[in-house]
């Protein structure tokens, strides 16, 4: 059974930068071949996928973080990442990543963006 984790998040300033990593486990070369997502949930709000990649490369972000937000996959690593720059307050939430195929999510990473 795959098991993933996520890393990377942490307090930073609006403007700031940071990069999370989701690494997958069990997964015994099925991770390659599912598509991978980052989403995030608010205090309050329900959960919204914020970035998807699939098993080529190619990806697609919700309004709110194009531009700002680069989702990544390293087949070899077993590793998706996502960089977050010119991150603002409304970013605050816990980022999950994870896949709907797969039906399997980590545990999360909080990310809080506040002066």
């Known amino acids: 059974q795959v098991q993933f984790v996520e890393s990377g998040g942490g307090l930073v300033q609006p403007g700031g930068s940071l990069r999370l990593s989701c690494a997958a486990s069990?997964?015994?070369?099925?991770?390659?071949?599912?598509?991978m997502g980052w989403y995030r949930q608010a205090p309050g709000k329900q959960r919204e996928l914020v970035a998807a990649i699939t098993s080529v490369g190619n990806t697609n972000y919700v309004d709110s973080v194009k531009g700002r937000f680069t989702i990544s996959r390293d087949n070899a690593k077993n590793t998706v990442y996502l960089q977050m720059n010119s991150l603002k307050p409304e970013d605050t939430a816990v980022y999950y990543c994870?896949?709907?195929?797969?039906?399997?999510w980590g545990q999360g990473t909080l990310v809080t963006v506040s002066s």
């Open positions: 994870g896949s709907s195929a797969l039906n399997a």
């Open positions: 069990g997964s015994s070369g099925v991770f390659s071949i599912y598509a």
